[in-house]
């Protein structure tokens, strides 16, 4: 039985399986990619390459229907959510578009003395190996496919086990865009066959987008064979709320920030943490806002949270926050699943031996912590093995520009939450991976910059 299958979380029925491919095919999939970036980023400009990417961008856009459709039954992505997804894609590939020819212009080095030039030229690697999640998977795919186009790298595309027909569909656009053969390769692999992928000499980067285990796995590989990797991994995002003058848009951002994608994303907001005079309106308007969130079918548009990804997300999930009854903890509201819709729900009082302490709740689960200081609150917030995105609300923007600085995250974002786009930069640091997507510096992580150097 091959890996690839859509099951429909909601209904746990399997909908299509596709195949795995075989070691030869794989091979072949290689070979086309390495003699696609050998031709195609040697006799094609940044323009006429930045023209097929904001093709792709504009076929996300047409097909947005279409594609949301599909991860719904693979994932269970609320209907709503999956459009906006989709149409962020076409914000991403429009991005790099639109300016691409600046990102791959020539820079030069002011020197300090001597005659003559000197300039940092950038050009493309090669073949690069994308490992992409189930939880967003079309903009997991066109945070590595679109700067990457553009500088003329080529791609070999896993994606994951679950989204075998959203990734079936995005080989689709690449090929009605106009890509040649190889730039864009969707490859069914097994784990197994990943392995002497990354081995394989005319793959020249890896992007992983996924759990610690496979992130470290991937990246010891890579090591062993000088590979450049990019890492996006999971959080534990904290959400500090020191100050406001409207709890209840406080509240409105917290859940916001929590549930999105059925609180399934890696720089979620996870752990609330308020001072002492908030914390009790805080947790009892928290609390109930989580309630008034009720699972739904996906489809409906009015479903702001779906099931759990799959049975076996839900089981981990469950098991997560039973542990965390076990060993201390009180739920304030929920707790409760139902299939693989899993009710919001509300934990404190989780002291540092507690499991949950440390770990990352992918799910409709927050944790709330209370804190007597701006010190005792940055403290907290830190104290976690990941450092990938985190929230500051306060009414003293001063202290919010000292808690950004002190925070050992990749992001902060400082009375906003919802707010990536496609100009900023995403990644984290400690175990929450590293590297950067998005932005500028996204379409700097798999390129050579070359310094050309003239007397």
Known sequence: ???????????????????????????????????????????????????????????????????????????????????????????????????????????????????????????????????????????????????????????????????????????????????????????????EQIEWVIADPRIRGVSVTGSERAGAAVAEIAG??????????????????????DLDKVVEDAVAARLDNTGQSCNAAKRFIVVDDLYEPFLEKFSAAMTATKPGDPTSEDTEIGPLSSKTAADRLEDQVRRAIDQGAKVAVGGKRDGNFFEPTVLTDIEPDNDAYREELFGPVAQVYRVSSEEEAVKLANDTPFGLGSYVMTTDSEQGERVADQIDAGMVYVNIVGADSAELPFGGTKRSGFGRELGRLGADEFVNKKLIRIG
């Open 224 to 245: 062993r064979n000088l590979k450049k990797v990019v890492l996006e991994m999971g959080g534990s995002d904290p959400f500090i709320v020191l100050g406001t003058d």
């Open 1 to 191: 039985m091959s890996s690839y299958a859509v099951t429909d979380p909601a209904t746990g029925e399997t909908v299509k399986e596709y195949p795995e491919i075989t070691d030869d095919e794989l091979r072949a999939a290689i070979g086309r990619a390495d003699a696609a970036h050998r031709e195609w980023a040697a006799s094609s400009s940044v323009a006429d390459r930045a023209a097929l990417v904001r093709r792709v961008g504009e076929l996300h856009l047409e097909r947005r229907q279409e594609l949301a459709e599909i991860i719904v039954r693979e994932m269970g992505k609320p209907i709503e959510q999956a459009l906006g997804e989709v149409d962020f894609c076409g914000d991403i590939y429009g991005f790099y578009a639109d300016n691409a020819e600046e990102l791959m212009a020539d820079e030069p080095i002011e020197l300090a003395g001597g005659e003559g030039s000197a300039v940092v030229r950038r050009s493309s690697l090669g073949v690069l190996l994308g490992i992409m999640p189930w939880n967003f998977p079309y903009y997991q795919v066109a945070r590595l496919a679109g700067p990457n186009h553009v500088i003329g790298n080529t791609i070999v595309l896993k994606h994951a086990p679950q989204c075998p027909e959203s990734a079936e569909a995005i080989q689709k656009l690449f090929d009605d865009a106009g890509f040649p053969e190889g730039a864009y390769e969707n490859v069914y692999a097994t784990n």
